[in-house]
């Protein structure tokens, strides 16, 4: 608890004033009753900015009886019950970081009296989707539909640079003027007019995605994205490593880019093993609701080709 009073979270969310009056309580809905028999299930891996939390901090209240949720926040927990019954269905907590907010831990009702349960990964994808829809954005498409436009992924060994597709994905200093490694080959590949692009840009925060023309190279697009630090895994930077692949698919969708070329964000000067770093890119890019058709891994060295053979499997294409 800080010394004005308020809990860490809340000033780190809101500042000394804490939330605002008008936020949603569990007073304004009738008959709020919590989890009956919560169980935990793997939390979404999301990195949410401030204002996002904002959003999702100030309650969801339904304008219409087809909307089924209300949700709101006690401290750094969110509460989500059906809007018809009253009854609590999902329990989130969060924590502040200095890239964003990221969830710790997620429970539901395992009682099938109150609720009906998806299998855990198919609630931990639910929960994702609701989370976006109480922050103020549209509900998601159904699962089935998403499943049927999943993109075809491929691995190759190969240099980025000269990858035929709509868009490469480029692991981008944040200050997007070219670093090192593959940021400096695609600037130098791309041209002058990059750089030049970029300051227009301004610096990039950690697990976030910004696009730019793709100049000199052969893609179209460039979508330039901040990887973390390895440091041991404890920290967050799985999070943000996910989510620089989900916001670099979410820059391609802007752009109506059809095919991207993905490198392995954050295994080299930044540390990542690479067989975690694969691993997180394949399941994200599996779980992320995209109109992207091709989804391309250009790998540096074979130990990183194999990794992602191993993931990638007979089921998708390796070459």
């Not at 891996?45 to 949720?69: F, R, T, V």
């Not at 227009?200 to 179209?220: D, N, V, W, Y």
């Not at 060295?301 to 992602?308: N, V």
């Amino acid at each position: 608890m800080s010394q004005d009073g308020l809990s860490l979270f809340s000033r780190a969310l809101w500042g000394p004033d804490g939330s605002p009056e008008d936020a949603a309580t569990k007073r304004d809905w009738n008959d709020v009753a919590p989890i009956r028999r919560p169980e935990p299930i793997p939390p979404p891996q999301m990195l949410l900015s401030n204002a996002e939390m904002q959003a999702i901090a100030s309650g969801y209240i339904p304008m219409d009886m087809n909307d089924k949720w209300f949700a709101f926040m006690e401290g750094d927990g969110l509460f989500l019950h059906r809007s018809w019954t009253g009854l609590g269905i999902y329990e989130v907590t969060f924590v502040a970081k200095e890239t964003g907010f990221m969830i710790t831990s997620a429970r539901v009702e395992s009682d099938p009296e109150s609720y009906k349960r998806d299998s855990a990964i198919g609630e931990r994808e639910r929960l994702r989707d609701l989370i976006v829809h109480v922050s103020g954005e549209p509900m998601p498409p159904l699962l089935p539909i998403l499943i049927q436009s999943k993109p075809q992924l491929e691995a190759v060994l190969g240099d980025i640079t000269a990858e035929r597709v709509d868009a490469i994905v480029n692991p981008a200093s944040a200050d997007l003027l070219g670093g090192g490694g593959v940021d400096l080959a695609i600037h130098r590949a791309a041209g002058p007019e990059l750089r030049s692009y970029c300051m227009t840009l301004g610096p990039c925060e950690l697990g976030r995605a910004k696009i730019s023309p793709g100049f000199r190279l052969s893609a179209r697009w460039v979508i330039h994205t901040v990887g973390p630090q390895w440091r041991g895994g404890s920290d967050g930077e799985p999070v943000l490593l996910e989510s620089c692949y989900r916001e670099s698919l979410a820059q391609a969708d802007e752009v109506g880019a059809e095919s991207v070329a993905f490198p392995a964000i954050a295994t080299g000067a930044h540390g990542c093993p690479r067989t975690a770093a694969a691993e997180i890119a394949v399941n994200t890019v599996r779980s992320t609701p995209t109109k992207v058709r091709q989804i391309r891994f250009v790998c540096f060295d074979m130990p990183t080709l194999k990794a992602y053979q191993r993931l990638l499997g007979e089921t998708e294409s390796v070459r």
